[in-house]
T-cell receptor, first 117, second 117 residues
Framework: AQSVAQPEDQVNVAEGNPLTVKCTYSVSGNPYLFWYVQYPNRGLQFLLKYITGDNLVKGSYGFEAEFNKSQTSFHLKKPSALVSDSALYFCAVRDIGYGGATNKLIFGTGTLLAVQP | EAGVAQSPRYKIIEKRQSVAFWCNPISGHATLYWYQQILGQGPKLLIQFQNNGVVDDSQLPKDRFSAERLKGVDSTLKIQPAKLEDSAVYLC???????????????FGPGTRLTVL
């Protein structure tokens, strides 16, 4: 079964410092991987996806993610954190059930990013 | 483009009562999803529609939950009767037609927070 794991419930970083939010995956076949962000009282927003191509994927708001097949990881990164980046971040993987007939996503448990001024 | 609309934003009911949630997806989005997000967990897909047909309802508790998408636009999700464990945020999302490049980007509404007492 497809799954993702986010090993950290919370990540704390000072504003201006680089940030990393970790995600590892377990899939059969080629992984389709995603990052979403959830701000308080708002729905999830798409940040970026990896399907094929370059291992470094660039997304919204200056975020990027590095796909590492050997380590089965897809960590989210940003060179310089902002206080406004504080939110809940979810990693997700495509579920290949139903023969790939759906765009079903399986989400991780989320990592709370707290950026201190 | 206007976002995904959901109502109500909050609902408090007693167990064994019924409740319904409404979703209006982004115009032109053929695919609509209902997710359940329990506190501290990632969203879990309940049902996915492609136009007005069900693509995946494998995780929908069909003895109490039902959903419909008449005319392939708006959708309603109903719980009847509600249980304590149904307390969660119910998220609606939509995306472009499967097979298009942007089909993997799901746009989420703000959610409905349900409390069952």
């Amino acid at each position: 079964a497809q799954s993702v794991a986010q090993p950290e419930d919370q990540v704390n970083v000072a504003e201006g410092n680089p940030l990393t939010v970790k995600c590892t995956y377990s899939v059969s076949g080629n992984p389709y991987l995603f990052w979403y962000v959830q701000y308080p009282n708002r729905g999830l927003q798409f940040l970026l996806k990896y399907i094929t191509g370059d291992n470094l994927v660039k997304g919204s708001y200056g975020f990027e993610a590095e796909f590492n097949k050997s380590q089965t990881s897809f960590h989210l990164k940003k060179p310089s954190a902002l206080v406004s980046d504080s939110a809940l971040y979810f990693c997700a993987v495509r579920d290949i059930g139903y023969g790939g007939a759906t765009n079903k996503l399986i989400f991780g448990t989320g990592t709370l990013l707290a950026v201190q001024p | 483009e206007a976002g995904v609309a959901q109502s109500p934003r909050y609902k408090i009911i007693e167990k064994r009562q019924s409740v319904a949630f409404w979703c209006n997806p982004i115009s032109g989005h053929a695919t609509l999803y209902w997710y359940q997000q329990i506190l501290g967990q990632g969203p879990k897909l309940l049902i996915q529609f492609q136009n007005n047909g069900v693509v995946d309802d494998s995780q929908l508790p069909k003895d109490r939950f039902s959903a419909e998408r008449l005319k392939g636009v708006d959708s309603t999700l109903k719980i009847q009767p509600a249980k304590l464990e149904d307390s969660a945020v119910y998220l609606c999302a939509s995306s472009y037609q499967r097979g298009t490049d942007r089909a993997w980007e799901q746009f989420f509404g703000p959610g409905t927070r349900l409390t069952v007492l």
